[in-house]
């Protein structure tokens, strides 16, 4: 999913690389806050969120374990549940500087490389919509130029 989104480049990535601000972007509805959470400076960071939905029977925690970075290109980052080493998911923002007020945003769900069968059973990949994840986009655009 991408769109242009009507902001510099370092303004949309100080947002998204702020774990405070991501349930407001949220177009999925299952972040209910932080629980744990710094800002994403590097490669290994990880931040803890608090979650709810049915496909993990209610409220439950994540740790998001930052697999990519490059200030105003790029962050990467897998998630499992808290305390589980990632199973294979991941959320990619990749971000292209369209000139002083605009901004590329490309937002990727990958989720092909789980491999576990019962989690497969139970979440029913892809867990996020195409239609969620460009809600998503238009909460980014909303925060970044509002």
Known sequence: MERVIDAPVDTVFDVLSNPQR???LDGSGFIRGVEHADRIQQVGDVFTMNMDGPHMGGEY???NHVTGYAKDK????????AGTEPPGWEWVWELESQGPDATLVRHT????KVTDKDLLQQVKF???S???LEDTLGRLAAETTG
């Open 74 to 81: 790029l962050l990467a980052w897998q998630t499992a549940p």
């Open 22 to 24: 991501h349930q407001k």
């Open 130 to 132: 195409a239609d969620q």
């Open 61 to 63: 925690k994540t740790d």
């Open 126 to 128: 892809p867990l996020v």
């Open 109 to 112: 769900y990958e989720w092909s």
